[in-house]
């Protein structure tokens, strides 16, 4: 929590002796600190040009750039975000990195779900803080960070692979965005059992999700909802059928795409490029039996 929370501040317990002008002082440096870029601390540096950096700030170390000599990474420390740092030729935005920045700049070595799709997965599952939610397919850790974000402080995700080089991958990316302790990540051959019951929500990103329905139901609660996710139009047709066949309700799936829009005044219009299909999301609930 420490280490998450380590850009908010923690309410001073304040006496009542002290004075109005004190009060004022106190709080006025407090929110200072808050917005503080500190050691240790994820910078996102981004350039008018659109090209960004991820960075983890430390002393001693330097950040090679696309726009003249390399950025001091300690001289970042002690400034604002949303500070300009000026470097040899332009100028570079110094933001707090969103979820989104992090699965987008996660290390990979499979395909990632993207945020568009992420998005649309946790308000159809109702995934908030403290839910408990299980994933099938770790991969680079991509939706886990998603998935980590949402649960927090008080939740938990169990997630599954049967590659051992994935699930260290992803917790690396997990310690990168400091998200890496509501997380469980464990190593699954074949259709086992979770070692879960009474989930809030399962996500299935697997070939073959048909094969998980059995033990998908064992552990996610009553009321509980589940999605697989699947790039092709063969697979979440197999998996419908065998979610409704073992008793799932409210079947539905969907294909999430987004154009990106120029504004510019006078000649506004999409942009001529767009990620395309990644997957299709195949959402059910376990009712009651």
């Excluded at 500190?38 to 040009?49: A, P, R």
């Amino acid at each position: 929590m420490e280490k998450f929370y380590r850009d908010t501040f923690t309410p001073i317990e304040m006496s009542d002796k002290l004075s109005e002008e004190r009060r004022e002082e106190v709080v006025t440096c407090t929110l200072s600190r808050k917005n503080m870029i500190q050691e240790g601390d994820q910078v996102l540096i981004w350039f008018e040009d659109d090209v960004t950096y991820l960075v983890q700030v430390m002393p001693n170390r330097k950040l090679g750039i696309h726009q003249g000599r390399p950025v001091e990474l300690a001289d970042l420390i002690g400034r604002p975000y949303g500070d300009w740092l000026d470097v040899e030729n332009g100028r570079a935005l110094l933001l707090e990195p969103t979820v989104e920045d992090h699965m987008m700049k996660a290390r990979r070595e499979s395909g990632i779900i993207y945020p568009k799709d992420a998005a649309v997965i946790l308000m159809k599952l109702g995934i908030r803080s403290g839910s408990r939610v299980i994933e099938i397919g770790t991969g680079s850790g991509a939706l886990t960070l998603a998935l980590v974000q949402q649960v927090i402080p008080d939740g938990k995700v169990f997630t599954y692979d049967r590659r051992e080089d994935f699930l260290s991958l992803a917790e690396a990316n997990l310690n990168k965005a400091s998200l890496v302790s509501y997380v469980e990540l464990k190593k699954r051959i074949g259709n086992e059992p979770f070692g879960e019951t009474e989930v809030d929500a399962v996500v299935s990103d697997v070939p073959e999700p048909w094969h998980e329905v059995e033990a998908i139901k064992a552990s996610l609660k009553n009321g509980g909802r589940v999605a697989a996710l699947n790039p092709t139009y063969n697979q979440i047709e197999k998996a419908s059928d065998a979610f409704q066949k073992a008793g799932f309700v409210k079947i539905e799936a969907m294909e999430i795409l987004v154009r990106g829009i120029l504004p510019r005044l006078g000649k506004t219009r999409p942009e001529q490029r767009m990620i395309g299909h990644t997957e299709f999301l195949l959402f059910a609930v376990k009712p009651a039996s």
